[in-house]
């Protein structure tokens, strides 16, 4: 489950404006197919990204939070039988983000993923992987050909590890910088993700003492942002923001909802994560898991489900 709500909702989409439904993250059953489209069907199962919020969308008919949600073709994946609605809902906005900081031109610009890489030798540092964002960047970094470096809670190692990471330390520890550096090696530095608080301290640090691009993808919005990566220039280091939404209107969308989700899905060389965690049945139940959320949450993902009888016109 994901919504910008609050008081940080003005700042960071300035543009949305009453009536308006929040939520992106959907998966279920076409109910109908629209706009010339001929790659889905109706009763076909899909997942799918609802750019309601976006702004060149800016639409209520695409929010998530209701019964039947419009859903534009180019970020919609069809899904197998062995994924189900609640294990697909995780996905969504994590990918689209994830996606966004690897692969759109202004951020790191990697190479796309496909269902067979080849080893690229190099490496992309993941700070904060067991997050949804995180989950979701080590997986596709992998399917890129990377090696993939990570950082999350001790508690959560075994599970970074299970989605593809080479190794994982905790980055509460002290020594995590020069832990980082070491096991870099030699080996070059094709760009790091920081997700979450504090992740870009780190992330600087470790780009001044390894070789590569030296470009950091920032998922987290804080104010300093730009600042610092306007001195980080100085030191040769690009930092830059990533919105979520990007691969709605760019090449990204389809490349990954369309050509390489559904093949992974299907193939089991890509799962969801993290792993869901019901939190009610029915749209009355969303305040509660956004409450939820606002608590915090660790490498899960919060679902509410329909009832099928709610979504029976």
């Known amino acids: 489950m994901d919504a910008i709500t609050g008081p940080f909702r ?4 300035p543009w949305v404006r009453h009536p308006t439904v929040l939520g992106s993250d959907v998966a279920g059953e076409i109910a109908a197919v629209g706009g010339g ?12 990204y609802a750019a309601g919020q976006e702004r060149l ?4 008919e695409e929010g ?4 039947y949600v419009t859903v534009l073709e180019r970020v919609c994946a069809e899904l197998p039988d062995t994924v189900t609605f609640e294990q697909a809902a995780v996905l969504p906005l994590g990918v689209s983000t ?3 900081g690897l692969y759109e031109k202004d951020q790191l610009a990697l190479p796309l993923p496909t269902s067979a890489p080849s080893a690229r030798g190099d490496v992309v540092l993941v700070w904060g992987a067991s997050t949804s964002v995180g989950s979701n960047a080590v997986q596709l970094a992998r399917a890129s050909g990377y090696t993939v470096i990570a950082t999350a809670g001790r508690r959560n190692h075994d599970f970074v590890r299970s989605l593809g990471a080479e190794a994982v330390f905790d980055y509460r520890d002290p020594e995590v910088d020069r832990l980082i550096v070491d096991a870099i090696g030699h080996r070059h530095l094709a760009g790091t993700m920081a997700i979450g608080g504090g992740a870009l301290t780190h992330a600087l640090r470790i780009a001044g003492r390894t070789t590569g691009t030296k470009n950091i993808a920032s998922a987290y919005p804080d104010p300093l942002t730009r600042l610092r990566s306007l001195l980080a220039r100085v030191r040769g280091i690009r930092v830059t923001s990533i919105w979520g939404g990007t691969p709605v209107q760019s090449p990204v969308g389809p490349a990954i909802f369309r050509d390489f989700l559904p093949v ?21 139940q969303v305040p509660r898991a956004l409450a939820a959320l606002r608590k915090g949450i660790s490498a899960t993902k919060l679902v509410v489900t329909i009832p099928a009888e709610d979504i029976t016109p």
């Open 64 to 67: 998530g939070f209701q019964r």
């Open 57 to 60: 969308r800016n639409n209520s």
């Open 98 to 100: 994830a996606s966004a």
């Open 10 to 13: 003005r700042l960071v989409t």
């Open 37 to 48: 489209s001929t790659r889905f069907r109706v009763g076909e199962r899909v997942v799918g």
């Open 264 to 284: 992974a899905l299907r193939s089991g060389a890509f799962r969801p994560a993290p792993a869901p965690k019901i939190v009610g049945v029915g749209l009355e």
